[in-house]
Nanobody
């Protein structure tokens, strides 16, 4: 089993930046990709970005494309989400996930962190 711990959330004004980190306790043969999801109050959890450990590619939701960047440090089993030009609609709890694919759906991810709050003020 993989344990994931997110950090880096906080309060920022619109137009500002934050960098989220997700540290994995270990990598197993069941883990091929790392992803970020977010959930605002009263809404369903939605896909934000994903990356495979091989570095073959990064994938983004249209709503964050051009503003967010996902990256990884394999030596530290850590994935990052650099968030720039933040908007109030980015406010949500952000979750790190590990799974078998980089597909933008929760069902493909089997390990989840506890989440970190990101609040963007207008």
């Amino acid at each position: 089993q993989v344990q994931l711990v997110e950090s880096g959330g906080g309060l920022v004004q619109a137009g500002g930046s934050l960098r989220l980190s997700c540290a994995a306790s270990r990598r197993t043969s069941n883990v091929y990709a790392m992803g970020w999801f977010r959930q605002a109050p009263g809404k369903e959890r939605e896909f934000v970005a994903a990356i495979n450990w091989s570095g073959a590619g990064q994938y983004y939701a249209d709503s964050v494309k051009g503003r967010f960047t996902i990256s990884s440090d394999n030596a530290k089993n850590t994935v990052y989400l650099q968030m720039n030009s933040l908007k109030p609609e980015d406010t949500a709890v952000y979750y790190c996930a590990a799974g078998r694919t980089t597909l933008p759906a929760e069902r493909w991810y089997t390990y989840w962190g506890q989440g970190t709050q990101v609040t963007v003020s207008s």
